[in-house]
């Protein structure tokens, strides 16, 4: 008979914490867990939400009926890491003391490993990590920027780039490290990376600056401009961080960062927003275009996924500039949670070692 694992994942999101409990692959158990702004603004730090978030969870599990003593391990999602490969890790002390001390900065995905180690601690089982937004496998080409001091970063939605990545090798019935795909993944931030045979060679840092702008980024800039802005003496660093992550792309634009009030105001006869939402569009098309000079026209799919592929207007603008390249796959939302899972599993099964954060 086959053994059953018993799998608690834990995806920490900046407004809310998504959790579930697998069997194996099969769901048992998911739900996400709001954190309305009032809870959450309280909390100076990310860090400083640790506590907060452990109770609501705790909770939230009992009120199911979920016996703990039952887990075989604790699956987190990794944050903000010193740069490392893709793969499921092992929670150890040394990866701890850098998310708390957020050594490439603050991101709610930091709270990932935190809750699982000490959630697993008290279980005595294992607590993992799986392709945390910093896995970094660029080749090393991709990293000159034109700036010496400045290298470019891989900073980007791994967990849901790969997991997508692994479902469309499935359904074309080879192995991930036997293909290559570009995967845009549009939610709150974008990014497209350039997946070759297993290893993610080339993508746009999501968190600062790089590739399209996104419902709230700002994406890649003209940088003599923004220099000026710098310097005009009407910013301070904090506001042109916030134009950059939080408070750019379309929040910026149309004041929402919801692409479904953008189509409404499309709807409604919004021409600017009809601008704006395809010129979107259009960033994520030539990013896409230049991962396919990365993969030297050897494309198996491009593959759009996150909360925007579910519109179907904004897929077919990016499939009407792109197809010429590959078959264009859509996998609206995310597989996150399911990600995590079989991180886990792979480790718990012995198809792979848990590697170690050094
Ligand atoms: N049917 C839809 N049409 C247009 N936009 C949509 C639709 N469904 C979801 N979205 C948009 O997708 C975006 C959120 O995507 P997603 O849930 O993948 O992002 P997130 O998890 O919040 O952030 P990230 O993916 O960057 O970590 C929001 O702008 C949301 O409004
Ligand atoms: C860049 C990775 C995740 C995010 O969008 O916050």
Excluded at 120 to 131: C, G, S
Excluded at 148 to 172: D, G, T, W, Y
Aim: hydrophobic share 40%; net charge negative; with cysteine.
């Amino acid at each position: 008979m086959t053994e059953v694992y018993r799998i608690l994942t834990i995806n920490p999101g900046s407004t809310s914490t998504k959790i579930a409990i697998f069997d194996n692959e099969k769901p048992v158990m998911e739900t996400t867990l709001r954190h309305p702004a009032e809870e959450i603004n309280k909390f100076d730090k990310i860090f400083d939400q640790y506590e907060f978030r452990k109770n609501v969870i705790l909770e939230t599990l009992s009120e199911n009926g979920i016996n703990l003593t039952k887990l075989s391990a604790v699956v987190g999602r990794g944050g903000l890491l010193k740069p490392i490969q893709g793969g499921t890790y092992s929670v150890s002390d040394s990866m701890i003391a850098d998310l708390k001390a957020g050594v490439l900065g603050e991101h709610a995905s930091n709270l990932g490993g935190i809750l699982a180690s000490e959630i697993a601690k008290q279980l005595n089982i294992p607590a993992f990590i799986v392709d945390p937004v910093v896995v970094d496998e660029m080749d090393e080409v991709a990293r000159i920027s034109g700036m010496p001091e400045l290298a470019r970063k891989s900073i980007f939605h791994a967990l849901n780039q790969k997991a997508v990545a692994r479902r469309a090798a499935a359904e074309m019935g080879k192995s991930y490290e036997d293909i290559n795909v570009i995967v845009a993944h549009l939610g709150g931030g974008i990014s497209v990376g350039a997946h070759k045979n297993g290893r993610v060679i080339d993508v746009n840092n999501a968190l600062d600056g790089e590739g399209p702008f996104s419902p709230e980024r700002a994406g890649g800039l003209p940088v003599g401009d923004l220099a000026k802005m710098c310097f005009s003496g009407k910013y301070t660093l904090d506001d042109i961080k916030k134009k950059i992550k939080g408070q750019g792309g379309l929040v910026a634009y149309l004041g929402t960062n919801d692409g479904r009030e953008v189509v409404k105001m499309i709807e409604e006869g919004n021409e600017k927003a009809a601008l704006v939402y395809e010129a979107m569009a259009y960033q994520v098309a030539k990013e896409i275009g230049s991962c396919a000079a990365v993969l030297k026209g050897k494309v198996d799919a491009v593959i759009l996924t996150g909360g925007i592929a579910y519109d179907k207007q904004f897929v077919k603008w990016i499939s009407d500039r792109v197809s010429f390249i590959s078959q264009v796959i859509v996998y609206p939302g995310e597989d996150e949670m399911i990600a995590l899972a079989e991180g886990g599993l792979r480790v718990l099964r012995g198809e792979e070692t848990a590697r170690i954060y050094e």
